[in-house]
């Protein structure tokens, strides 16, 4: 499985993703607690994809998955008890991680974390640091079989009840 940067050739596919996804976690569990319409939608990917900090990964033609790594972290990083003191330019941030819902369960998201590492390693970054929902369980038990460490639970500010708290995670390389 091949990561490779995302383009704007893949703007309208990426989209479509997102909304299969949510459309999938609105009729089973939607432990991200992502909401359609809203999160992510075509500009999340317009932005990486300008940025420079998306990345996709294609199976039978077809993007399969993506994930955003860039230095930018959420504001509520700025408390955390870290493992290691870096800059914004030493950490890695994992934005958003998607797996389209015909490929669950074919190893897309840890190649995209594996990925993630690969890169962190290239870029000579100190650590790959992320965040996750409480309550999205499986994405909670990915990281932590990928080898990210637990670092403290913080509320983002979003303006939805049900994403209140969120999980930090960090891999110190």
Request: no cysteine; charged share 20%; proline share 3%.
């Amino acid at each position: 499985m091949i990561v490779e940067n995302g383009t704007v050739a893949d703007i309208n596919e990426l989209e479509t993703l997102y909304d299969t996804l949510n459309d999938y976690l609105s009729v089973t569990v939607n432990h991200p607690g992502w909401i359609k319409g809203i999160y992510p939608v075509r500009e999340t990917a317009e932005d990486a994809i300008i940025e420079g900090s998306l990345f996709i990964l294609k199976r039978d033609g077809l993007i399969a998955g993506s994930i955003i790594l860039n230095h930018t972290p959420e504001t509520a990083y700025r408390g955390a008890d870290w493992g290691v003191d870096a800059d914004n330019q030493e950490v890695l941030v994992v934005r958003i991680l998607v797996t389209h819902p015909q490929f669950m369960q074919q190893g897309v998201a840890q190649r995209l974390m594996a990925f993630a590492k690969e890169y962190a390693e290239l870029l000579s970054v100190k650590a790959i640091r992320l965040d996750v929902s409480v309550d999205n369980f499986p994405a909670i038990k990915l990281y932590e079989q990928s080898g990210y460490k637990y670092i403290g639970t913080v509320d983002l500010g979003l303006p939805y009840e049900h994403l209140k708290w969120f999980r930090l995670y960090e891999m110190i390389l």
